[in-house]
């Protein structure tokens, strides 16, 4: 299977590279652009079959490694 | 007296910790590769270094808090061994579940690299005794990625406990209620952003930096 995770800083913590790419793409003249936020995504191929069981394994992955729970949230995506 | 500064691969500070805690304080400093599975016996102090760490991939310290050797630092602080993290060691102490909290890109986006004056607001951990009468401190601060960052129930717990060691007095960074170091809730494990390494002698701008190693070592 291949996982993909997305990893973002948590909605309550100020993402300063957001807020500067808004400034940008604001001056550009994408006026209508808000709220930017920048993150990673990470892939990876994993062995199993059972899918909650490789969802479990991921999250415990993301949880020990890809993503620092203090100030960043994330999505397992699998396919 | 006997010290030991861990080494990661991106570690650009240890040689300047090895000089500044020997030369503040006359302890023996041996240097420990991250892939040692031992630390050497009987040890007063243990330094993580500033730098950049495993070239700060993922996040700022993150895999070296997976480094074998950490597992041994974990081991040791648990004795009650003191360990102090500064900068990169900082982070590598949030990263490793060590410390409370997290270090976040400067407020500015910018790498901020300056002598700012801190002020000491707990002067009873063991590494701030040498502070008591001064209660602040000048040292030089090297980062990107210095802005402490926890959440506002776990900022009033570390500051309710006396956690907060180091307070900057010109906010440079974004961090949060002005922190710049802070202790576990055992009082033997410090992280800092400011450099005690880089201000240990006068020749380097400020001496207040010698301190705070000879207030770990005091007991040694």
Redesign the interface.
């Known amino acids: 299977m291949k996982a993909k995770v997305h990893v973002f800083?948590k909605p309550g913590?100020?993402d300063?590279?957001g807020k500067?790419i808004e400034g940008a793409v604001n001056t550009l003249g994408f006026g209508g652009v808000s709220d930017v936020r920048v993150g990673r995504m990470i892939e990876f191929d994993i062995a199993g079959t059972d899918r909650a069981a490789v969802e479990a394994e991921v999250k415990t992955l993301c949880d020990r490694?890809?993503a620092?729970t203090?100030?960043e949230s994330y999505r397992v995506e699998l396919i | 007296m006997k010290s030991a500064v861990i080494v990661f691969p991106g570690s650009n500070c240890d040689r300047d910790c090895k000089v500044a805690i020997e030369r503040s304080t006359g302890s023996s400093v041996d240097m420990v590769w991250h892939q040692e599975t031992a630390l050497p016996s009987g040890l007063d102090l243990i330094v993580l270094p500033g730098g950049f760490s495993y070239g700060d991939y993922?996040?700022c310290g993150?895999m070296a808090a997976?480094s074998p050797v950490m597992a041994e630092v974990k081991a040791a602080a648990e004795r009650g061994v003191a360990v102090v993290g500064i900068c990169n060691g900082f982070q590598v102490l949030?990263?490793a579940g060590m410390l409370?909290?997290?270090l976040?890109?400067?407020?500015?986006?910018k790498y901020i690299c300056k002598a700012v004056t801190l002020d000491v607001t707990n002067t009873q951990t063991r590494f701030s005794t040498g502070y008591a009468a001064s209660r602040e401190a000048v040292m030089t601060v090297g980062n990107g990625e210095g802005n402490f960052?926890?959440?506002e129930a776990e900022l009033d717990r570390i500051e309710g406990e006396g956690q907060v060691v180091f307070r900057y007095r010109d906010n440079p960074n974004?961090s949060a209620r002005d922190i710049a170091g802070i202790v576990n809730g055992k009082g033997n494990v410090l992280g800092l952003m400011p450099h005690p390494d880089r201000s240990f002698e006068g020749e380097l701008g400020s001496a207040d930096g010698a301190l705070l190693f000879q207030s770990a070592l005091a007991s040694a």
């Open positions: 800083l913590v100020l300063v590279q500067a490694l890809l620092n203090v100030i | 993922l996040r993150a997976l949030c990263e409370p909290g997290a976040l890109r400067n407020a500015k986006l960052f926890a959440e974004g």
